[in-house]
């Protein structure tokens, strides 16, 4: 079960307490590390303008705004919430610029030798095109605070997640966005 603290820092994911600033760090780490392992060279800023991560490939750079949600529901509930500071995408080219969403899933597993639970760790990546999300939200300027629904798919073939996002009544299928390699970035 999840168990937001008083002081507003921290999550309890089954026992295992996970302060907010690390994972937003490690969702950014996470980020350039997919994008390193697809060719692109990173920086990270001296100072937050809302641009976590500039990539570049050839000669071509990329602007993104990386954010990292944990489950906000009851433990496993497939509900996911992250504020967006909209100006970041007003003031930043929507060609190149796009909103990471790191979906960082906390789960028990069983160990190799079943001597208990130990904790695992995945993530997916979500890459939003700025323009895409600014016209999803509706809205330019100020913070807006977006929801990512996930369920759990399973046919014969297959064994996926589906994302939604929803932001001020309007929903947008995130199956599209989501990467496992950052190539399509360049499209």
Same mark, same amino acid.
């Given at each position: 079960?999840? %168990?937001?603290? /008083?002081?507003? /820092?921290?999550?309890?994911?089954?026992?295992?307490?996970?302060?907010?600033?690390? +994972?937003?760090?490690?969702?950014?780490?996470?980020? =350039?590390?997919? +994008? +390193?392992?697809?060719?692109?060279?990173?920086?990270?800023?001296?100072? %937050?303008?809302?641009? /976590? @991560?500039?990539?570049?490939?050839?000669?071509?750079?990329?602007?993104?705004?990386?954010?990292?949600?944990? %489950?906000?529901?009851?433990?496993?509930?497939?509900?996911?919430?992250?504020?967006?500071? @909209?100006?970041?995408?007003?003031?930043? /080219?929507?060609?190149?610029?796009?909103?990471?969403?790191?979906?960082?899933?906390?789960?028990? !597993?069983?160990?190799?030798?079943?001597?208990?639970?130990?904790?695992?760790?995945?993530? %997916?990546?979500?890459?939003?095109?700025?323009?895409?999300?600014?016209?999803?939200?509706?809205?330019?300027?100020?913070? !807006?605070?977006?929801?990512?629904?996930? !369920?759990?798919?399973?046919? !014969?073939? $297959? $064994?996926?997640?589906?994302?939604?996002?929803?932001?001020?009544?309007?929903? @947008?299928? @995130?199956?599209?966005?989501?990467?496992?390699?950052? =190539?399509?970035?360049?499209?």
């Amino acid at each position: 079960m999840t %168990d937001q603290s /008083d002081a507003g /820092d921290e999550w309890d994911y089954a026992g295992s307490r996970v302060d907010r600033r690390f +994972l937003g760090e490690a969702g950014e780490y996470l980020t =350039a590390g997919k +994008l +390193l392992m697809n060719g692109f060279n990173i920086f990270k800023g001296a100072v %937050d303008d809302g641009i /976590d @991560l500039v990539a570049f490939r050839g000669e071509k750079f990329y602007k993104f705004q990386v954010k990292t949600c944990q %489950d906000v529901g009851e433990f496993d509930s497939g509900i996911f919430m992250a504020s967006i500071n @909209l100006s970041t995408f007003s003031r930043h /080219d929507p060609e190149i610029t796009f909103c990471v969403f790191v979906i960082h899933y906390l789960s028990q !597993s069983r160990s190799v030798d079943n001597e208990g639970q130990h904790t695992k760790y995945s993530e %997916d990546f979500l890459v939003v095109p700025a323009k895409t999300l600014v016209d999803t939200v509706g809205a330019t300027n100020g913070r !807006s605070t977006v929801k990512i629904f996930s !369920s759990y798919a399973n046919d !014969s073939h $297959t $064994t996926d997640y589906i994302y939604k996002m929803v932001a001020s009544g309007n929903e @947008l299928i @995130l199956d599209d966005y989501l990467f496992d390699e950052f =190539a399509q970035v360049e499209q």
